[in-house]
């Protein structure tokens, strides 16, 4: 894949092949669009400096919210290319609130979303396990679009106060090994399309793009996502960076190790095809890992499992998640080795302090 602004590919165009000159500023008005969105229809990709000009024009809210619909819809009707995601990417990350963390070895376990599986809090949990096993997680997340509960509202329901607030969330980090960024106070940019992405309650390229623009810049990353090709794509962007990072996707469609069948982990390191069997765990039913249809069902499930009273198949998938992003932390330990350290800090306690200590930090 090639990741340079030529346009040589005939399915490419330019803003500047329609006859306009995009301005350093973000300044392409409304009328701009009809064109962008002609091109787009017509299975034509854009640039990744144009991508990025063009989300920054829909974040300064250049256009109007029935050109962002469609301009959302053309991505759920066809794949998004890989110079197109990471100009989305690109945007957002210019224009987020950055928060420095580069005193710590920190990681981000975060899921697209928009699997339609409905599973309870699995990667919030598995980031307040890590943490309870004495690492560093930065966590970055959002409300639920398209899922009853996201890790936002669950962190909410427990009392945790969002914040951007640097020297905060340097002493979380310092006290609970823990910060949780919630993405409005990071992304500004993002306002102008949050209510768009509620109206239709569907995964839209904007999830594509969440697990990408974490505004921490951590240096390691397990990102879970919905499909293949998202897996392809996502490793091509992370090998860029220089990160430690895991992508997972399980092959019945869930953005997470679900237990429930085989399951993909492409890293830096090695491109696996995995079950549960290899981790030493149990197969799960989809029924097992069912979230609740609330955010106090949600709530509910997520501290039984913290309290160490889930199931075995509820316990089990916080395992493999934290045990695997452990892993991506320390590829040079054993993955069954990671889990044990899972194991135990999630039935010893250690990650219920976690989210004790961050509660009554205020």
């Known amino acids: ?18 006859g ?65 995601l990471a100009g ?15 005193d710590f070895r920190t990681i981000d376990l975060c899921g697209t979303g928009g699997d339609g599986k409905d599973t309870f809090n699995i990667s919030t949990l598995s980031s307040l396990v890590v943490a309870g096993a004495g690492y560093k997680v930065a966590k970055h997340g959002n409300y639920g679009v398209s ?67 974490n505004p921490s810049n951590p240096q390691c990353q397990m990102a879970g996502v919905f499909d ?36 993909k982990v492409v890293s830096n390191k090695e491109d696996l095809l995995l079950n549960p069997e290899n981790l030493g765990l149990n197969q799960c039913k989809q029924e097992d890992l069912h979230g609740g249809d609330t955010v106090e069902e949600a709530a509910t499930i997520f501290k039984t499992i913290l309290e160490s009273k889930g199931t075995e198949a509820q316990n089990n998938a916080v395992f493999a998640n934290a045990g695997m992003a452990i892993h991506t932390l320390h590829p040079e330990k054993s993955i069954e080795q990671c889990i044990e350290e899972a194991k135990s800090s999630l039935l010893g306690g250690k990650a219920a302090k976690v989210l004790q200590k961050l509660v009554t930090s205020h």
Request: with cysteine; net charge neutral.
């Open 228 to 263: 293949l090709e998202t897996v392809r794509l996502y490793s091509y962007l992370f090998q860029q960076t220089g990160k430690h990072f895991s992508v997972i996707y399980s092959l019945d469609g869930y953005d997470e190790i679900s237990l429930t069948g085989k399951f």
């Open 147 to 213: 899922s009853a509960c996201g890790s936002s509202n669950v962190m909410d329901y427990f009392g945790y106060k969002f914040t951007n607030d640097q020297d905060t969330l340097k002493k979380q980090m310092d006290d609970a090994g823990f910060v949780f960024m919630h993405a409005p106070l990071f992304h500004p940019a993002m306002k102008a399309v949050g209510p768009i992405r509620r109206d239709l309650g569907m995964k839209t390229f904007f999830n594509l793009i969440g697990p990408l623009v």
């Open 20 to 84: 306009v000159q995009s301005p350093p500023s973000g300044g392409l008005g409304s009328g701009v669009m009809k064109p962008i969105l002609n091109k787009l229809i017509q299975h034509r990709t854009l640039t990744r400096e144009d991508a990025k000009e063009i989300l920054k024009n829909i974040a300064s809210e250049k256009y109007n919210q029935s050109q962002i619909t469609a301009f959302m819809a053309v991505y759920m009707m066809r794949s998004i290319t890989p110079e197109e």
């Open 1 to 18: 894949m090639n990741d340079n602004n030529n346009n040589t590919d005939p399915k490419k165009f330019t803003l500047g092949d329609l």
């Open 88 to 102: 989305f990417r690109d945007a957002l990350i210019e224009l987020c609130v950055p928060v420095d963390l580069s």
